[in-house]
């Protein structure tokens, strides 16, 4: 990386109806690299038909996928930055008319943590049919040429559902106990290792709470991702809440203050003591000087930021040129349901009020 910034996984609404890259996404992704973004990561990539979250959303999940991530990689590095696949599967936190009218699968059919719609609960086989695609996902993601791909344990969606008591009530070897809920996990990562090989980097970003009161906790997040470490893990990114929730997003609103920052400062810290790997903090990130302190006081090796990136793609650019004003963002969330227009993400906020059309 060329400096310790990264552009946090971001759902762009920028694929088409199947789920193909499209010109607008490749854009996007060149003019954050050539505005000195040291790393981004990808809109979680979805491993399977049925594990699309939202609209718009980029797909993983076939070979015809690979030609259009290829022109994203090859715009990045043109720019000379880095790029990290996210692969994902949405499980129960989807509905049936994004995912073709299927009912979605989760982990256990628990209706209070559903997207709208109860979830089915996933057999056996179908745990495994899923384990393969996440392997397959992987290996087309080094097919079209990613530095490393990031596997989404966070906001609610599978892998995070599986480690959750809140969505994973299993009494089979998926469920139960910490070790067992975090059984599909280990079992994604081994499937996507060896589809890479064990020199190619694979990162996670999960969960170190969901905000809700029987959730996962810090220990138990701390637990998996030592043990993944122990296999080969490239480094940790560190969130929390859950897609989908006002109460409880990941995507706080109104974070106006430097002190409202950096809302899984502790739990990142937890784990930068406990591990030998990098560990990467997301979370209401917008001034400089709460950055530049996280680095310096050594909670985390490198920051993510998304929201801040959405309204001013040029923002780290702007402050190597020493203008260390913090990001115009207004934590509206906004953007966010410009998305699903199907015209792609854009800051319409106050700070990005001069872009809406």
């Known amino acids: 990386m ?28 060149e003019q954050l690299a050539r505005s000195h973004v040291g790393l981004i990561v990808s809109g979680y990539l979805y491993v399977d038909p049925k594990g699309r979250g939202l609209p718009w959303q980029t797909g993983i999940w076939k070979d015809a996928h690979i030609e ?35 009912t979605p699968l989760a982990p256990s059919p628990i209706e209070e943590m559903a997207f709208g719609e109860t979830p089915d609960e996933l057999s056996v086989e179908e745990i495994q049919t899923l384990v393969a695609a996440f392997g397959k996902g992987a290996h087309r993601a080094k097919t079209a040429g990613f ?30 106990s910490p070790e067992k809920r975090r ?35 810090v220990q138990e997040t701390l637990d998996a991702t030592r043990e993944l470490a122990a296999r080969g893990l490239a480094a940790v990114e560190v969130s929390g809440g859950m897609a989908g ?21 502790q739990a990142a810290r937890t784990l930068k003591k406990a591990l030998d790997i990098p560990v990467f903090l997301v979370g209401g990130l917008k001034s400089l000087e709460v950055i530049e302190d996280v680095l310096a006081s050594g909670d985390a090796d490198a920051v993510s930021m998304s929201r801040p990136f959405i309204c001013e793609p040029d923002l780290i650019e702007r402050w190597e040129r020493g203008d260390g004003a913090k990001s115009k963002c ?24 001069g872009n809406k059309k």
């Open 68 to 102: 259009g991530l290829k022109q994203m990689v090859a715009a990045v590095h043109q720019q000379e930055a880095l790029i990290v696949a996210q692969i994902a599967h949405a499980g129960g936190r989807t509905r049936r008319a994004t995912i073709g009218g299927h």
């Open 147 to 176: 530095d490393g791909i990031q596997l989404h344990a966070a906001h609610g969606y599978l892998i995070s559902q599986f480690l959750s008591p809140l969505f994973n009530r299993r009494q089979d070897d998926y469920g139960g």
């Open 183 to 217: 059984r599909f996990l280990i079992e994604v990562y081994e499937a996507a290792r060896k589809a890479v090989g064990n020199n190619y980097p694979i990162l996670i970003k999960i969960n170190s709470t969901e905000g809700v009161a029987g959730g996962i906790t």
């Open 2 to 29: 060329a400096n310790r910034s990264i552009r946090s996984a971001t759902w762009e609404g920028m694929a088409d109806e199947e789920g193909f890259v499209r010109p607008e996404l490749i854009h996007l992704v």
């Open 330 to 353: 207004v934590s509206c969330n906004l953007c966010l349901g410009e998305g699903l227009t199907g015209k792609g993400i854009r800051c319409v906020g106050l700070a990005g009020a």
């Open 245 to 265: 929730s006002d109460e409880h997003r990941p995507s706080r609103k109104k974070i106006n203050r430097p002190s409202q920052e950096a809302y899984f400062r």
